[in-house]
T-cell receptor
Framework: GNSVTQMEGPVTLSEEAFLTINCTYT??????LFWYVQYPGEGLQLLLK?????DKGSNKGFEATYRKETTSFHLEKGSVQVSDSAVYFC??????????FGTGTRLQVFP | DSGVTQTPKHLITATGQRVTLRCSPR?????VYWYQQSLDQGLQFLIQ???????AKGNILERFSAQQFPDLHSELNLSSLELGDSALYFC?????????????FGPGTRLLVL
């Protein structure tokens, strides 16, 4: 079946460091891929998405490229800030089926 | 602010009880989704409604049920509550339920079963 695998957290970085959070997926066909972010005490917010192979989603300095050949959608940011501390969820959706989430990766950024 | 509202924000109840969680989707959105977030199960899809009709079902227990009303708001009913039902319950909405659409999440209802 369809599934998403994310790297375990927490990821701990100093401010201005480079961030990568790995996400790989298993799916039949060509799903849409999403990154959601959950700040402490809040609901999930869409960070970025890509709906077909080689698409790059980007928002607030974060980027992820839909790689069909490696079934990956890794999240990157060149220079993280303390305010980026949150839990990041990779997710996929195929046809009109449900959103399937990874387990989430907690990011902690220290000044 | 996503435009999705959920009430109540917090709910504390006892085992065996029944509760109702309410969700109002963003204006114009026809599709509503319910998710459960718990420490041991992560974030799991429960059920989806589209324009009043059930469209998809996930890992929803038989003790749980939901509906979407003509004004498009939705309610999730949880009955015969158990300690393990303690979790954060999210509602999300999207305009027509297509795979590539963004789902906008509400702030969640935190349920604690004692």
């Amino acid at each position: 079946g369809n599934s998403v695998t994310q790297m375990e957290g927490p990821v701990t970085l100093s401010e201005e460091a480079f961030l990568t959070i790995n996400c790989t997926y298993t799916a039949t066909g060509y799903p849409s891929l999403f990154w959601y972010v959950q700040y402490p005490g809040e609901g999930l917010q869409l960070l970025l998405k890509a709906t077909k192979a080689d698409d790059k989603g980007s928002n607030k300095g974060f980027e992820a490229t839909y790689r069909k050949e490696t079934t990956s959608f890794h999240l990157e940011k060149g220079s993280v800030q303390v305010s980026d501390s949150a839990v990041y969820f990779c997710a996929l959706r195929y046809n009109t089926d449900k959103l399937i989430f990874g387990t989430g990766t907690r990011l902690q950024v220290f000044p | 602010d996503s435009g999705v509202t959920q009430t109540p924000k917090h709910l504390i109840t006892a085992t065996g009880q029944r509760v109702t969680l309410r969700c109002s989707p963003r204006s114009g959105d026809l599709s509503v989704y319910w998710y459960q977030q718990s420490l041991d199960q992560g974030l799991q899809f429960l059920i989806q409604y589209y324009n009043g009709e059930e469209r998809a079902k996930g890992n929803i227990l038989e003790r749980f049920s939901a509906q979407q009303f003509p004004d498009l708001h939705s309610e999730l009913n949880l009955s015969s509550l158990e300690l393990g039902d303690s979790a954060l319950y999210f509602c999300a909405s999207s305009s027509s339920g297509l795979a590539e659409e963004t789902q906008y999440f509400g702030p969640g209802t935190r349920l604690l079963v004692l």
